[in-house]
């Protein structure tokens, strides 16, 4: 991460080379940017400036032309370099396979290794340009690491204009439809200009949806984010009075004023509890409440089966993040993406650790408004660093509904069908579903329609009644894990309901339990 958030990567690799670093690495995969910032670089510096690639050997950037011939091969350029005494800024694109640790390129590090460090004579300053974070072991300490950015509003006023001109269409980059290109990179940017241009005839403030859209497609390519339209809101929650209040407050450290007051950015919060009881719902509310853009993070797909593919997708996608913000960014069940931290370690070459190392690194230095909202299940999954003050700014509790907050439950799903909540007895049926979750309560009421609709007659009563008794809930066969989940999170979370949950009716021990309701009390971890 970079050292210094308010500083731009250009300061920051500038300030490197004059305070004498004479091989740094810039993250990115768009090293055509890389290169725009070599030749300002070399302006500053007063260097020529050259690039170096596999398939084209080492070429002056200025005009094309071959520096030297025959250095295709790392090792040659490395050797070459060696012996170089003149000043120049030198780009080596896609260096990175050539001295991966496990390949064997033992000299290459180590001739990277001499060149890196400082010496009397002059020596060329190197930029390693690659797509994917991180270094072997040996050159981890010797040579810095700058990350590039996604590009920001300045950045794609350009593209936008550079677009409109290829094109020959007017462009007009008002902020709307730069912001809808945040999270983009340079190069995803002008593919989605472009086609609006195509398909628009223009480039402006019309051009907002499709640029949003194609964005969209884009980062859910990705694989691991995934771009929603908050379509909940906060109306539309149950019961949770405590959360929803607390997230008003937070909300407001984003409006007007909240800085120059003294109030911190939210980090975030960790939503723990049980199944079914509105941790998803409440993410995506708390989006369409701030309305900020919402982004659901699967850290479980981070981990790639190439090396250094899990790190960098772990940072691309928190890069998007960034880009994005403000935005919520969504973690659901993120036990489950971090889980296995402790043993995997061993096994895996630490990329896990490493991986989940540089999530929660992130989530306490970051600066971009970012608000992470964590959902988990099983608390005996989460690695204890995760529960650590500075993460997040709360973790709550979510409990199953109480009888006040199921009635508000079932109305908010009766109006969510048209049916007015006034004519149902909603006294009656919350008194009849001790120990249903959210969900089931709202599958009782779309059951109770079927029924009610098989028969010929409007939904009544009697119909969600009769759903919510053929209805096995959870919290029947999972009693003693939630009774344990409840102890656990006394002391260590805040209730996110104002109601205490009311105790849960004997367990029914002669019903058979499925698979994944029979863990080892789940909830709590091992030991304990
Ligand atoms: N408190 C609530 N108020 C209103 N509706 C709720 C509430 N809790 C759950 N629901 C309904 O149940 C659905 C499922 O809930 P949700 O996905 O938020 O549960 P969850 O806590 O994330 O469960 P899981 O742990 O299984 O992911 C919601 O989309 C919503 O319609
Ligand atoms: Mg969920």
Not at 18 to 38: D, F, M, N, P, Y
Not at 163 to 169: A, F, P, Q, S, T
Not at 194 to 222: F, M, N, T
Not at 422 to 449: I, M, P, Q, W
Request: charged residues 30%; proline residues 6%.
């Amino acid at each position: 991460m970079s050292r210094d958030a308010q500083q731009t990567p250009y300061a920051e690799i500038l300030l490197l080379a004059r305070a004498g670093a004479s091989v740094i690495q810039v993250t990115t995969h768009e090293w055509e940017r890389v290169q725009g910032l070599a030749v300002s670089l070399g302006q500053t510096l007063n260097l020529p400036t050259e690039v170096w690639s596999r398939a084209r050997g080492l070429y002056r950037l200025e005009d094309g032309s071959v520096r030297e011939d025959g250095l295709n091969r790392p090792l040659a350029l490395l050797t070459w370099l060696a012996d170089r005494e003149d000043k120049a800024l030198v780009v080596m694109e896609d260096f990175h396979p050539y001295i991966a640790g496990d390949r064997g390129a033992d000299e290459e590090i180590r001739r990277l290794r001499e060149l890196a460090r400082p010496g009397r004579k002059p020596r060329p300053l190197l930029l390693l340009s690659t797509p994917v974070p991180g270094l072997p072991i040996e050159l981890r300490k010797e040579i810095p690491e700058v990350e590039l950015p996604l590009p920001g509003p300045e950045d794609l006023e350009q593209v936008c204009r550079r677009v409109g001109e290829r094109l020959g269409k007017k462009a007009q980059p008002v902020p709307a439809l730069l912001d809808a290109a945040r999270g983009l990179t340079v190069m995803e940017a002008d593919l989605a200009f472009g086609q609006a241009a195509v398909e628009l005839g223009r480039l402006d403030g019309s051009a907002v949806g499709l640029v949003a859209r194609e964005k969209k497609r884009v980062i859910r390519q990705s694989e691991v984010l995934e771009y929603h339209d908050p379509d909940r809101n906060m109306d539309e929650v149950g019961g949770l009075e405590r959360l929803k209040e607390w997230l008003d407050q937070r909300g407001r450290a984003y409006g007007p004023g909240a800085q120059d007051y003294g109030l911190d950015a939210p980090k975030g919060v960790l939503l723990l509890g049980v199944q079914g009881c509105g941790k998803s719902l409440v993410a995506k509310s708390i989006a369409s409440a701030w309305q900020f853009p919402l982004l659901r993070f699967d850290v479980g797909k981070v981990y790639g089966s190439l090396v250094g593919q899990s790190e960098a997708s772990m940072r691309g996608a928190l890069k998007v993040a960034e880009a994005l913000a403000p935005c919520v960014l969504w973690i659901d069940e993120i036990e489950k993406g971090l889980s296995g931290l402790g043993s995997s370690g061993q096994t895996d070459g630490g990329t896990s650790a490493r991986v989940v190392g540089s999530l929660l690194t992130w989530m306490q230095e970051r600066s971009a408004p970012v608000f992470v909202v964590a959902t988990a299940n099983r608390v005996d999954q989460l690695p204890p660093e995760l529960l650590r003050k500075g993460r997040f700014d709360e973790i709550f509790f979510v409990d199953l509904p109480s009888r006040r907050a199921r009635e508000d439950i079932l109305a908010i799903h009766l109006k969510r069908k048209k049916r007015e909540p006034k004519g149902f007895d909603l006294a009656r049926l919350a008194a009849a579903s001790v120990g249903y979750s959210g969900a089931e309560l709202e599958e009782a009421v779309r059951e109770g329609l079927f029924r009610a609709f098989a028969e010929g007659v409007e939904v009544k009563d009697g119909h969600i009644e009769a759903a919510l008794k053929d209805t096995y809930p959870l919290s029947r066969t999972m009693r003693e894990e939630i009774e344990a989940l409840r102890k656990w999170a006394k002391v260590r979370a805040r209730a996110a309901a104002a109601d205490d949950g009311e105790p849960l009716p004997e367990t029914d021990k002669s019903t058979p339990r499925l698979k994944q309701e029979s863990w080892n009390n789940p909830f709590v971890p091992a030991g304990k």
